[in-house]
C-alpha cells in the first residue's frame, strides 16, 4: 500500500502565492516521476507539472515562469512553488507518483486525495 497526503492548499488573492507538498508513504521501494495535475469544476483534469527522479521537469503553458515543482527524493516528497496565482488558478490540486512497490517490485501509479486552491479577491 502507498499513500500520498497533500498539504498547503487554501484561499488566496490574485497575485498571492502558495506551496503545496505531497509525501508518498509505504511499501516504497523508489518513487519514480511525480507531478501535479488539477480539476476545475466542469473540466477535466490536467497535468499542471511533472518531475521524474532524475530531475527531468515538465510544466503546462499555463503555469510556466509562474510555478516551480521540485522533490526531496530521501523522503519521497514533491512541492509545488506557486507564484503570481491567477483566478483561473482556481482547482483542486492532486498529487500523482509512480512507484515501485518492494511487494512484488511493480510499478504503479497513485494519486493523492486533492487539495482545493482558490485564487479569489
Known amino acids: 500500500q502507498v499513500q500520498l497526503v497533500e498539504s498547503g492548499g487554501g484561499l488566496v488573492q490574485p497575485g498571492g502565492s502558495l506551496r503545496l507538498s505531497c509525501a508518498a508513504s509505504?511499501?516504497?521501494?523508489?518513487?519514480?516521476?511525480m507531478g501535479w495535475y488539477r480539476q476545475a469544476p466542469g473540466k477535466q483534469r490536467e497535468l499542471v507539472a511533472r518531475?521524474?527522479?532524475?530531475?527531468?521537469?515538465v510544466y503546462a503553458d499555463s503555469v510556466k515562469g509562474r510555478f516551480t515543482i521540485s522533490r526531496d527524493n530521501a523522503k519521497n516528497t514533491v512541492y509545488l512553488q506557486m507564484i503570481s496565482l491567477k483566478p483561473e488558478d482556481t482547482a483542486v490540486y492532486y498529487c500523482?507518483?509512480?512507484?515501485?512497490?518492494?511487494?512484488?517490485?511493480?510499478?504503479?501509479?497513485?494519486w493523492g486525495q486533492g487539495t482545493q486552491v482558490t485564487v479569489s479577491s
Open positions: 518531475i521524474t527522479n532524475g530531475g527531468s521537469i
Open positions: 509505504g511499501s516504497i521501494f523508489r518513487t519514480n516521476a
Open positions: 500523482n507518483a509512480r512507484a515501485v512497490v518492494v511487494d512484488n517490485w511493480g510499478e504503479y501509479g497513485y
